[in-house]
């Protein structure tokens, strides 16, 4: 979480060998759930290496919501600040190497910079990105047609069509794989892709 702002924020210079310690690195595995729905998150993840998804089950079905790849911090947010339930699963894809936070050790580190305000407004704004994202997948899906949420994702997140398994992928378009598969035919057809 913290390393994405190291570059930002070169007057804490002091403070970063700390932080970076507090930071587990860890390899997993494809397919090792990190956090499972229901459970209360303890920990915050930032991925060196690999690739992880996001997702919830819906009604015995997992559908994805998210994909997070090198550089990218997540946690399930809501639960880890608030000690409730978390809403979705958090598991690797490809083989991965991760950099775990402990919740104590992320409150020691708000903790120390709390008065840091350059700091603490990047991390609204990272928020603020997340929460973006999250409008525009939704509103994706009550405008756009399956092939151009597809376009879209082509387009946008070339990673997510390069590394991710198919059943993924129409999981997160929330289309079946039979029905990605058409749209990937219709459109090498058209010679759109």
């Given at each position: 979480?913290?390393?994405?702002?190291?570059?930002?924020?070169?007057?804490?210079?002091?403070?970063?060998?700390?932080?970076?310690?507090?930071?587990?690195?860890?390899?997993?595995?494809?397919?090792?759930?990190?956090?499972?729905?229901?459970?209360?998150?303890k920990r915050s993840f930032i991925v060196e290496k690999?690739?992880?998804?996001?997702?919830?089950?819906?009604?015995?079905?997992?559908?994805?919501?998210?994909?997070?790849?090198?550089?990218?911090?997540?946690?399930?947010?809501?639960?880890?600040?608030?000690?409730?339930?978390?809403?979705?699963?958090?598991?690797?894809?490809?083989?991965?190497?991760?950099?775990?936070?402990?919740?104590?050790?992320?409150?020691?580190?708000?903790?120390?910079?709390?008065?840091?305000?350059?700091f603490l407004n990047e991390m609204i704004n990272v928020l603020f990105e997340r929460q973006l994202h999250y409008m525009k997948q939704f509103l994706s899906f009550i405008r756009d047609t399956p092939q151009q949420r597809y376009l879209n994702l082509l387009n946008e997140k070339p990673q997510i069509i390069q590394r991710v398994p198919q059943h993924y992928i129409a999981s997160y378009l929330g289309i079946t794989t039979v029905h990605l598969s058409r749209i990937k035919s219709r459109l090498l057809k058209e010679k759109h892709i």
């Open positions: 979480m913290f390393f994405q702002f190291k570059d930002k924020f070169p007057h804490l210079i002091q403070h970063w060998d700390a932080y970076i310690g507090m930071h587990k690195r860890i390899e997993v595995p494809a397919r090792t759930v990190l956090l499972h729905e229901g459970d209360i998150s690999g690739c992880l998804r996001v997702w919830f089950n819906n009604n015995g079905k997992d559908t994805t919501f998210q994909f997070f790849f090198e550089g990218e911090g997540l946690a399930s947010l809501e639960s880890f600040r608030r000690n409730i339930p978390g809403m979705f699963t958090i598991e690797t894809i490809e083989p991965c190497t991760i950099y775990v936070l402990e919740k104590k050790d992320y409150e020691t580190i708000m903790l120390s910079l709390n008065k840091e305000v350059d």
